[in-house]
C-alpha cells in the first residue's frame, strides 16, 4: 500500500516557540492532505485541509494563524505550529488518499507527538 | 448531521476466538463510504476495511469482515481467529459525497486479545 511518512515523530518544545512537522507521501503524488489532531484515548478530530498550490482549508474552531499549512509540493504538506503552548500538546496526524479524493482510501502517516512545556 | 456511534469503549476476546465490534451512523446522504482503521500501540492508523453504500454485498479482507446494514445504518466489524496483534483501538469511519473532505471518526473500541 501506498506510504506516508512525518517528520519529527517526536517533539518538545518551550512554551512561545514554533514547531514544524512535516508530512510526506513517499510512493505517490497528494494533491489534497489532511491533518488532524488526537487527544490522549480520544478520536481523530479533522483540522484542517491541505491543497497543493492553494490555500488550507480549516475547520471550524481550528486557528489558522495558529496552525500555518504549506503544501509546497504535490509530496510534501508541513504543519507549523506558531507560539505553541501547553495546550496545543497532542498528537497530530496526517493523511493522503492516493487518489486526490477523499472518498478515496487515505493513508495515514506515523502521526508526531507533541509536548509543549 | 453526520455522525459515528461506537457503544462499546472497550471489549476483550480470547485468542482464535470471534468478536464483533458494533458501529452505527447517522446521515440522510445517499451516496457514502464506510471504514474500519486500526491503530495499535504504536499510534499508526492502518486500514482494516471499506464498504461503499452502493454495494449490498458486504465487503471482506481476510479475517476481517463487516455487516453492513444499510437501512438500519449499521457497519460491525468481525474478526475471525483474533490474533494478539489485531489489539489496537478499533475506529469506525464516514465520508459522505464527492470531495467532501470530512471524514467522521467514531470514539473508537479497545480491543484487547487475551492468550
Known amino acids: 500500500g501506498a506510504v506516508v511518512s512525518q517528520h519529527p515523530s517526536w517533539v518538545i518544545c518551550k512554551s512561545g516557540t514554533s514547531v514544524k512537522i512535516e508530512c510526506r507521501s513517499l510512493d505517490f503524488q497528494a494533491t489534497t492532505m489532511f491533518w488532524y489532531r488526537q487527544f490522549p484515548k480520544q478520536s481523530l478530530m479533522l483540522m484542517a485541509t491541505?491543497?497543493?498550490?492553494?490555500?488550507?482549508?480549516?475547520e471550524q474552531g481550528v486557528e489558522k494563524d495558529k496552525f500555518l499549512i504549506n503544501h509546497a509540493s504535490l509530496t510534501l504538506s508541513t504543519l507549523t505550529v506558531t507560539s505553541a503552548h501547553p495546550e496545543d500538546s497532542s498528537f497530530y496526524i496526517c493523511s493522503a488518499p492516493t487518489s486526490g479524493t477523499s472518498t478515496d482510501t487515505q493513508y495515514f502517516g506515523p502521526g508526531t507527538r507533541l509536548t509543549v512545556l | 448531521a453526520q455522525t459515528v456511534t461506537q457503544s462499546q469503549p472497550e471489549m476483550s476476546v480470547q485468542e482464535a476466538e470471534t468478536v464483533t465490534l458494533s458501529c452505527t451512523y447517522d446521515t440522510s446522504e445517499n451516496n457514502y463510504y464506510l471504514f474500519w482503521y486500526k491503530q495499535p500501540p504504536s499510534r499508526q492508523m492502518i486500514l482494516v476495511i471499506r464498504q461503499e453504500a452502493y454495494k449490498q454485498q458486504n465487503a471482506t479482507e481476510n479475517r476481517f469482515s463487516v455487516n453492513f446494514q444499510k437501512a438500519a445504518k449499521s457497519f460491525s466489524l468481525k474478526i475471525s481467529d483474533s490474533q494478539l496483534g489485531d489489539t489496537a483501538m478499533y475506529f469506525c469511519?464516514?465520508?459522505?459525497?464527492?470531495?467532501?473532505?470530512?471524514?467522521?471518526f467514531g470514539a473508537g473500541t479497545r480491543l484487547t486479545v487475551k492468550p
Open positions: 491541505s491543497n497543493e498550490g492553494s490555500k488550507a482549508t480549516y
Open positions: 469511519a464516514f465520508i459522505w459525497g464527492y470531495n467532501n473532505n470530512d471524514m467522521r
